[in-house]
């Protein structure tokens, strides 16, 4: 019983050093750059919608961080593995103050 004790233990922090590695806690424009830049070039129109009336389209931050971890279309969704509370909530304060076109 003794060993199978330490291999829970030895899985379980395992998995707590995965899940730590995987939170890097980027920054906004970071997370931007790394995610999304590419299909919306600083916000404008790409190969994804200009993002200048994101306000409008998401009134609320709930809105946009459940659209953004869902995704649609082409875009990916944004899942707790790929981007943390922290981070999903640094992205929509991003997000909300582009510069408008």
């Known amino acids: 019983m003794g060993e199978e004790v330490k291999r829970i233990r030895a899985v379980n922090e395992v998995e707590k050093q995965r899940a730590q590695s995987q939170s890097t806690d980027l920054t906004g424009e970071q997370l931007f750059i790394r995610s999304c ?6 916000g404008r129109e790409g190969m994804g919608p200009a993002l200048d009336k994101v306000n409008e389209h998401f009134p609320d931050d709930a809105t946009l961080k459940r659209f ?4 649609k279309g082409a875009m990916p969704a944004q899942t ?6 922290q981070e999903l909530d ?3 304060k ?3 103050q582009l510069p408008k076109p």
Request: hydrophobic share 25%; charged share 25%.
């Open 80 to 85: 707790p593995e790929t981007i943390n509370d």
């Open 37 to 42: 830049n590419t299909c919306h070039p600083r």
């Open 90 to 92: 640094n992205l929509v």
């Open 68 to 71: 953004l971890r869902m995704g």
């Open 94 to 96: 991003y997000v909300r």
